[in-house]
């Protein structure tokens, strides 16, 4: 069986997680404690990071955007990076951006302060991180506006892995309570199509021991 | 004509560079500086980094991988991502590996800290940041020889952006003089092989102003 490494609020896992339900992709989920640096996994991915998916043969791919693009190449349909290569480059513009931008920027301070820190026994979360996290998101959730107010999907017509990816990062976000929905209504709109498909269905089910999420966190019509 | 909007010394400009000239295709420089946050320039990229390139039809394409891959489409010779899913998502599992996880590790620490901070009135160098940068450096080196002393190129058998993207951190790297080539001699052959290429002259003629390089830097038989 195709299986995927994982841990539960990855934004990278998941984003893998929900394409591989776009394209109707059967995987295994296995949790991987990453920060035991098991051999096994260091075999599969040296950069000893999740997600990793292991295809049947045996064959490991890691690093979500590096997924992303096989898994478009393996398993074309739908298509979610785009039909030409400029649209390519646009959607491959926002993975980048999301995964590396937004995940520096937001993520780390504050689900990586808030949650993490705490998890992985490493001190206390850092109050001028959090604080610059909530400044960041600010002016993202303005650049997500921006872009839903003047297209169908973020990179353009069609939803695409721009989506997934940000979705991905807002929904572990989201997790934590820390998305403020309400200010921004265009958002709110286009995360609640994501959220409304059935490839989210995994994401929202998840629960981690001792961390509840906001009664609205599952909610589809929120 | 076409532009690529850059800086001198980033490896993330110098891997274009490089690939541009690999597959023929002619560009003018045009270096930008973007601590300005020029509005002309924000909006080819809202990121406001570069590299940045601009086709003749207005088309601008921001983020070196996601120039790469466009490159690969719509100049696709020589092909420099690798002839199939597999080996595609091992040269993109190097290129990220090299942007974000090196450049983070080390690239940051020591270019970042010795040269970029000075040249942009950051204040001084944090020592502690340049420790971390020379130790993580020497853990990638092993890994670089790990990899050239099993493949023929660094991703497999033939050349590819993962090649280019390595050597490009490495080389604005050995512009300051970093670089332990004596002690890593698998990984001086195999850089050799790179900087000798012609693809690579333009890299090496580079001169900032106030920094000289190390003598052994343009010499192809150092």
Chains 1, 2 share one sequence.
Request: hydrophobic residues 35%.
């Amino acid at each position: 069986m195709r299986t995927l490494y994982h841990l539960w609020l990855s934004p990278f896992c998941r984003t893998v997680r929900i394409a591989l339900a776009e394209k109707n992709v059967e995987v295994k989920l296995q949790s991987e404690n990453i920060w035991n640096r098991r051999d096994g996994f260091l075999a599969l991915n040296p950069a000893g990071e999740v997600p990793v998916l292991v295809e049947v043969d045996g064959t490991a791919i890691s690093t979500a955007s590096v997924i992303c693009e096989y898994l478009d190449e393996t398993y074309s349909d739908p298509p979610l990076l785009g039909g030409n290569p400029t649209q390519r480059a646009e959607t491959r513009r926002l993975i980048q951006w999301f995964d590396i931008k937004f995940n520096h920027e937001v993520t780390q301070n504050l689900l990586g302060e808030k949650m993490m820190k705490q998890f992985l026994g490493q001190g206390e979360p850092d109050s001028s991180a959090i604080r610059a996290g909530y400044s960041n998101f600010r002016y993202h959730l303005d650049y997500i506006s921006y872009l839903v107010d003047r297209r169908n999907w973020l990179a353009g017509d069609d939803l695409s892995y721009a989506d997934l990816t940000a979705a991905a990062h807002l929904s572990s976000l989201d997790y934590i309570g820390d998305v403020e929905w309400e200010k921004y209504k265009g958002v709110k709109t286009w995360y609640a199509r994501i959220k409304s498909r059935p490839s989210f269905r995994s994401i929202l089910s998840d629960h981690i021991p001792g961390y509840q999420p906001p009664k609205h966190y599952t909610d589809l019509d929120f």
